[in-house]
């Protein structure tokens, strides 16, 4: 590698107070050189990355893979096809694009991190949002596989699986969603700059050793808090 600043682009970066511009934040002050993409205007490229062309990405060094549809709504028995299709072709296809038009100028540096935001919805499931968690779970396979073929390549790849965040998308859902989620998390919402923290740990240079892993940040939503007996650890 030659001596640069290492470039980074996040992917869904255009929305105010959401995962994406956070960790623009967050890489920047780490000293990136950080590039932004996403379909609405204001980012260095505005390209929707499931149907535009793509710009020339070969030499971007970190990959962050933001960008996705997250307000799709829909049981298995009355999924709207189009709308299938839709979160498909954002979440998984165009997180796919952009990963493999980043891939061959890491590959001929021997160098790259590439970082892809999932959700614990891809591992455990999200009712009446079937095609967000299929492609949240699609995206942990694409990032197995390519931490597979680049391991010794210098290049890693590894996935951030955020709970429910408090991301400016998140709170753009009905009223009655958001209550019920806050509602029912032990310890509250996850901050976007939690999930910006998690990702730059992977992006960093010396994250070398890690590769292929999954890292939750629910902030304990996961584990095993509701319980009949929880008046009883209280007293205790």
Not at 48 to 63: H, Q, T
Not at 201 to 222: E, H, I, K, M, Y
Not at 224 to 235: E, F
């Amino acid at each position: 590698m030659t001596e640069r600043k290492l470039r980074a682009l996040v992917t869904g970066a255009g929305r105010e107070g959401g995962i994406g511009q956070a960790t623009v934040k967050r890489l920047t002050a780490d000293g990136f050189d950080v590039v932004t993409m996403d379909r609405t205007p204001g980012c260095t490229y505005t390209v929707d990355i499931a149907r535009d062309p793509l710009p020339d990405l070969s030499d971007i060094d970190v990959y962050v893979g933001n960008a996705a549809l997250t307000t799709v709504f829909g049981a298995a028995h009355t999924m709207d096809l189009e709308q299938w299709q839709r979160d498909l072709d954002v979440n998984l296809t165009g997180t796919f694009r952009v990963l493999q038009a980043c891939l061959a100028g890491m590959r001929q540096r021997q160098f790259g991190r590439v970082v892809i935001v999932s959700s614990t919805a891809g591992t455990v499931g999200l009712p009446g949002q079937v095609s967000y968690s299929t492609t949240k779970a699609g995206l942990l396979g694409m990032v197995k596989t390519v931490a597979a073929e680049t391991v010794g390549l210098g290049i890693t790849a590894n996935a951030v699986l955020p709970g429910m965040t408090a991301s400016s998308g998140v709170l753009s859902m009905p009223a009655d969603i958001v209550e019920s989620w806050q509602q029912s998390m032990p310890a509250g919402m996850v901050a976007p700059e939690d999930i910006a923290d998690a990702i730059a740990f992977f992006a960093a240079p010396t994250a070398r050793s890690v590769t292929g892993q999954l890292l939750t940040v629910d902030r304990g939503d996961g584990l095993n808090t509701r319980s009949v007996t929880a008046s009883v650890i209280r007293k205790a």
